[in-house]
């Protein structure tokens, strides 16, 4: 099975940053996208930033853009999650999914982390 594995999580003050780390390890053969979510308190799942595994191309919600970066690491399955200019509406569990193909039955998968939680506030 694929597991991922998150990190960087905290707390830190409006306007301040945070770097978080996602592992994947397991049964991998090939990724097709990485991303991230967040859940706010009280609130639904909702997209974050994503980036394509082969050509590194990212998209990002309206939300975050232009204070998120998503990137991912050369050698390794790891995703990471830059996060500037910090805002209160910024709290939430933050939760990475990878899909992809692995090398066992079935081919596809489509895995999620188990959460960090990022509070922002004074």
């Known amino acids: 099975q694929v597991r991922l594995v998150e990190s960087g999580g905290g707390l830190v003050q409006p306007g301040g940053s945070l770097r978080l780390s996602c592992a994947a390890s397991?049964?991998?053969?090939?990724?097709?996208?990485m991303a991230w979510y967040r859940q706010p308190p009280g609130k639904g799942r909702e997209f974050v930033g994503g980036?394509?595994?082969?050509?590194?191309?990212?998209i990002y919600a309206d939300s975050v853009k232009g204070r998120f970066t998503v990137s991912r690491d050369n050698a390794e399955y790891t995703v990471y999650l830059q996060m500037n200019s910090l805002k209160p509406e910024d709290t939430a569990v933050y939760y990475c999914?990878?899909?992809?193909?692995?090398?066992?039955?079935?081919?596809?998968?489509?895995?999620w982390g188990q959460g960090t939680q990022v509070t922002v506030s004074s």
């Open positions: 397991g049964t991998i053969f090939s990724i097709n996208t």
């Open positions: 980036i394509k595994w082969t050509d590194r191309q990212t």
């Open positions: 999914n990878a899909d992809g193909i692995q090398t066992k039955l079935p081919r596809d998968f489509d895995s």
